[in-house]
């Protein structure tokens, strides 16, 4: 079984800056996409960005120019940068990732952590 556990979030500045870090545990072989979601109260759940096991990455408009995502192969691990925060980034953001049920099988499992939540306000 796989976990993803979400952690960095917190209470920052607008203008400020967080990385947020989303690690996977559990019996994997690889990780295919991974990605970073959120959910603002009263919204739905949103993509704001994914990567993929190559590295090739995107975002969403509103974000673009201020996160950068990331990720480490080898520790199972992604990364969302957040510079130049804004009020309107207020969420729950969580990550997700795309994992092969076995070794070089086409099936896979989609992965959701928990959630952490990051508020921007004065």
């Known amino acids: 079984q796989v976990q993803l556990v979400e952690s960095g979030g917190g209470l920052v500045q607008p203008g400020g800056s967080l990385r947020l870090s989303c690690a996977a545990s559990?019996?994997?072989?690889?990780?295919?996409?991974m990605g970073w979601y959120r959910q603002a109260l009263g919204k739905q759940r949103e993509l704001v960005a994914d990567?993929?096991?190559?590295?090739?990455?995107n975002y969403a408009d509103s974000v673009k120019g201020r996160f950068t995502i990331s990720r480490d192969n080898a520790k199972n691990t992604v990364y969302l940068q957040m510079n130049s925060l804004k009020p309107e980034d207020t969420a729950v953001y969580y990550c997700?990732?795309?994992?092969?049920?076995?070794?070089?099988?086409?099936?896979?499992?989609?992965?959701w952590g928990q959630g952490t939540l990051v508020t921007v306000s004065s």
């Open positions: 990567i993929t096991s190559g590295g090739s990455t």
């Open positions: 559990g019996s994997i072989f690889s990780i295919n996409a």
């Open positions: 997700n990732a795309d994992i092969p049920k076995r070794y070089y099988s086409p099936l896979t499992t989609t992965v």
